[in-house]
Nanobody, 124 residues
Framework: QVQLVESGGGLVQAGGSLRLSCAASGRAFSTYGMGWFRQAPGQERQFVAAITGSGGRTYDANSVKGRFTISRDNAKNTVTLQMNSLKPEDTAVYYC?????????????????WGQGAQVTVSS
């Protein structure tokens, strides 16, 4: 069992940057694949980025590739999403996700744990 709490987010102008953090409680954090999803109004929750338990490999959605970076600190039980060059279409509620496996699946239905979500709004 793991509990996830996001922080960060907010309102930023297009081209700006934001940083999301997710703090995880529970044991054996390094055994969980971690990731980020987002959900805009009226849309399904979609995959943004994932990182393996060791942090050795990362995966990004094509829509954020080259702009967003996921990282983790297993000593602090945290995972971070650095978002640069933000666009209005990045506006959504961002969710921290965890899975009892090597990697968080890109299908939101197969994620084991969710955070409460953090609003990110990018103005044009």
């Amino acid at each position: 069992q793991v509990q996830l709490v996001e922080s960060g987010g907010g309102l930023v102008q297009a081209g700006g940057s934001l940083r999301l953090s997710c703090a995880a409680s529970g044991r054996a954090f390094s055994t969980y694949g971690m990731g980020w999803f987002r959900q805009a109004p009226g849309q399904e929750r979609q995959f943004v980025a994932a990182i393996t338990g060791s942090g050795g490999r990362t995966y990004d959605a094509n829509s954020v590739k080259g702009r967003f970076t996921i990282s983790r600190d297993n000593a602090k039980n945290t995972v971070t999403l650095q978002m640069n060059s933000l666009k209005p279409e990045d506006t959504a509620v961002y969710y921290c996700a965890a899975a009892n496996r090597y990697l968080v699946p890109s299908n939101a239905q197969h994620v084991d744990y969710w955070g409460q979500g953090a609003q990110v709004t990018v103005s044009s």
